[in-house]
């Protein structure tokens, strides 16, 4: 087992004990961490001191296709789920998710497809809706945010008529293609370093 996947301990509240789950098309960097019951799907990307770390709230579900960036910190709290196809998740990240260098998602929580998640931002016990855009150091709490809606840099979402008020994306926003832009890097980087690890699988840290 790589050092930087672990098991989880048993406890009160996972009296159970997981291994996380990852395709051989997903990569994580050798100093990230994902522990406990952790769910990746293929092509997913999880870079440097990342932690995504389902030993409290469980599982963690992150999607196809979906970047977990530098400094990334994802875990739940005990016993306290979001809905996904009828099934609880202490955290649900859809596919093609943008999680941008030391954001944070900390379930119970729930990120549709193809949303971006800014840089220092924070979302938590809410879920957003797919196609959105979380801009930087914005703060996600207690609400849920529809699907096209854009949250600007460094507001505080904590009442859901913030949130609902919150403004549409439109082919005018300067940040409409923002996700997609990242996910397609993201994308290259998986396979580039998949490539780089089998070619120096001991030392590709040079």
């Given amino acids: 087992m790589s050092s930087n996947i672990a098991i989880n301990p048993i406890t009160s509240f996972t009296p159970m004990i997981y291994k996380p789950q990852v395709p051989k098309n997903s990569f994580i960097q050798p100093n990230a961490s994902v522990l406990g019951a952790v769910i990746l799907s293929e092509g997913v990307l999880v870079s440097p001191f990342a932690s995504i770390r389902g030993d409290e709230g469980t599982p963690i579900f992150i999607g196809k296709n979906s970047n977990i960036q530098d400094g990334v910190v994802i875990h739940g709290l005990e016993k306290q789920f979001v809905e996904n196809k009828g099934l609880g998740y202490s955290v649900h990240i859809g596919a093609n998710v943008s999680l941008a260098h030391q954001s944070q998602v900390h379930g119970p929580a729930k990120i549709g497809d193809n949303t971006f998640v ?24 207690g609400v849920k945010i529809a699907s096209g809606r854009y949250v600007p840099a460094g507001e505080v979402i904590k009442t859901q008529e913030q949130a609902d008020k919150l403004p549409m994306i439109t082919p005018e926003y300067a940040m409409k293609n923002l996700n997609n832009e990242v996910v397609h890097v993201n994308r290259e980087l998986n396979k580039g370093y998949s490539e780089l690890a089998k070619t120096y699988p001991m030392n590709y840290y040079l």
Avoid: L, Y
């Fill in 118 to 141: 800014g840089m220092q931002s924070f979302v938590f016990k809410s879920e957003v809706g797919s196609n959105v855009v979380i801009e930087p150091c914005a703060k996600v709490i």
